[in-house]
């Protein structure tokens, strides 16, 4: 079974919620996860807006999940868990930032990342950035899934 990532708040390609905006309560989406290969010492979860008119926007990047964890709740930032980063998103802040693309730019299509690693933990600076934290992941890649949801302004 390939690694899958779903969130019970929007399907895959469909609209994300208001809530789930800076236009709305600004938390993040449950997302939940299966099919993680049996060599999974962690995961990361980026999300990415690849629709950006400057590039691609990362509005979160989480690092160090458990590999024993399948999924987030709703307004999930670490939570207390030791171990667990979250990388400082395009808007400068290390949380979950959600959609808020340009008025009148049209639809935007966020990307919510899975990714499950052959590490226990990225060993980051303080404060690292969404972008460098998914470069440190990358070549500890052996799965991953996204789920898309859409959203315009």
């Known amino acids: 079974m390939p690694l899958t ?3 019970s708040a929007f399907r895959h390609g469909e609209v994300i919620p208001v809530k ?3 236009d709305g309560e600004n938390v993040s989406p449950p997302l939940e996860w299966h099919g993680a ?5 962690s995961f990361i979860v980026l999300v990415e ?3 950006a008119p400057s590039g691609t926007f990362r509005h979160w990047a989480m ?8 999924g987030l709740p709703e307004d999930a930032p670490d939570q207390g868990r030791s171990g667990v980063g ?4 395009g808007f400068g802040n290390a949380r979950y930032d959600g959609p808020q693309p340009p008025k009148g730019h049209g639809p935007h299509h966020y990307h919510f990342k899975l990714a499950a ?3 226990p933990q990225l060993d980051m600076a303080a404060s690292p950035r969404a972008e460098d934290v998914w470069a440190k992941a990358k070549p500890h ?3 991953e899934a996204e789920v898309v949801g859409v959203y315009e302004r």
């Not at 290969?37 to 010492?41: L, M, N």
């Not at 690092?63 to 399948?70: E, G, L, R, S």
């Open 5 to 7: 990532i779903t969130s």
């Open 20 to 22: 789930y905006t800076r």
């Open 37 to 41: 290969p049996p060599e999974t010492r």
């Open 49 to 51: 807006d690849p629709d």
């Open 63 to 70: 690092y160090n999940i458990p590999a024993t964890i399948t």
């Open 86 to 89: 979250e990388g400082v998103n």
């Open 117 to 119: 690693l052959d590490v």
């Open 141 to 143: 890649v052996i799965a």
